[in-house]
């Protein structure tokens, strides 16, 4: 079945660097994918999404990217804020399918 | 406001004593679903629901039943727990699943003694 995984369980970064959190996924029938951010004590809130017919989609400090031939999307942000430490999460899942596959999600540190 | 309630948000209890939790949205969407969130194994799907009087096991269902009787609500229910149930618990609606994002209520900390 689908699998989803996250390259690192945590990751620290400085202040104001930007920090990238890389995702790999094994079905290559994944047509849409979802970045979530979770912070203590709350529920996944959804940050970015992304479909297949894309390669890059941005939002406010936060990017995605999806490169669809090695099965891998990452998920970019900006200048980072001490708010940005969370547990960062990918989904992915396919037009028709019934269920959203997660990963077991970064845990992002912003160091001051 | 949109959003995803779910209740209770805290709750110790005994192994064997009936117990259920709501979770209601208010955004008329179609999907709805419950997840577990453990850690090291990361969100793993409970039950799902497609639409009112339809639902469908997901990753882990056992020892849970769910039931939608109207499109708002989808309560997760532990007829039996035990304590390997011990677990955060969220529920998670969306208009479709393909191509819209599930949003997510702020969880339910259940703890089975």
């Known amino acids: 079945g689908e699998s989803v995984g996250l390259h690192l369980p945590t990751l620290s970064v400085q202040e104001g660097d930007n920090s990238i959190i890389n995702c790999a996924y094994s079905?290559?029938?994944?047509?849409?994918f979802i970045w979530y951010k979770q912070e203590s004590g709350k529920g996944p809130q959804f940050i970015i999404d992304?479909?297949?017919?894309?390669d890059k989609r941005q939002g406010q400090r936060v990017t995605v990217l999806l490169n669809k031939t090695v099965k891998h999307l990452s998920l970019q942000i900006a200048a980072t804020q001490p708010g940005d430490s969370a547990v960062y999460f990918c989904?992915?899942?396919?037009?028709?399918?019934?269920?959203?596959?997660f990963g077991q999600g970064t845990r992002l540190t912003i160091n001051p | 406001e949109a959003q995803v309630t779910q209740n209770p948000r805290y709750l110790i209890t005994v192994t064997g004593k009936k117990l259920t939790v709501t979770c209601s949205q208010n955004m008329n969407h179609e999907y709805m679903s419950w997840y577990r969130q453990d850690p090291g194994l990361g969100l793993r799907q409970i039950y799902y629901s497609m639409n009112v009087e339809v639902t469908d096991k997901g990753d882990v269902p056992e020892g849970y039943k769910v039931s939608r009787k109207e499109k708002r609500n989808f309560p997760l229910i532990l007829e039996s727990p035990s304590p390997n149930q011990t677990s955060l618990y969220f529920c998670?609606?969306?208009?479709?699943?393909?191509?819209?994002?599930?949003?997510f209520g702020d969880g339910t900390r259940l703890s089975i003694l």
């Open positions: 998670a609606s969306s208009q479709g699943l393909g191509n819209q994002p599930q949003h």
């Open positions: 992304i479909r297949s017919n894309m």
């Open positions: 079905n290559s029938a994944s047509d849409y």
């Open positions: 989904a992915a899942t396919n037009t028709g399918a019934q269920k959203l596959v």
